[in-house]
């Protein structure tokens, strides 16, 4: 059973930063892709950001690109994602996902988290 915690989430002001982390336990994820994704209230679900095993590849949404930063630490099976200059606009619930597949730019993943929520005050 694969199991994925997600913590760091809060209130924050606009401009401000934030560093969500995953941790992921229940089997190894040797060689297996982890990311990000994001709900926000009456919207779906949207990618974020991912990286790969070795850490040496990441993605990320166009509107993250240059404000977010996502890192993995692969002893401690961890996933983070770094969140400057924050706006109000990305106020969401965000998920950790891991395995699966990146294509076209886009992540797939196979497992998901509970969800941590974010929230940006303007």
């Known amino acids: 059973q694969v199991h994925l915690v997600e913590s760091g989430g809060g209130l924050v002001q606009a401009g401000g930063s934030l560093r969500l982390s995953c941790a992921a336990s229940?089997?190894?994820?040797?060689?297996?892709?982890m990311g990000w994704f994001r709900q926000a209230p009456g919207k779906e679900r949207e990618f974020v950001a991912a990286?790969?095993?070795?850490?040496?590849?990441?993605y990320y949404a166009e509107s993250v690109k240059g404000r977010f930063a996502v890192s993995r630490d692969k002893a401690k099976n961890t996933v983070y994602l770094q969140l400057n200059s924050l706006k109000p606009e990305d106020t969401a619930v965000y998920y950790c996902?891991?395995?699966?597949?990146?294509?076209?730019?886009?992540?797939?993943?196979?497992?998901w988290g509970q969800g941590a929520q974010v929230t940006v005050s303007s």
């Open positions: 996902a891991a395995d699966g597949e990146v294509e076209g730019g886009t992540y797939y993943p196979d497992y």
């Open positions: 229940g089997r190894t994820f040797n060689g297996y892709v």
């Open positions: 990286i790969n095993w070795s850490g040496t590849s990441t």
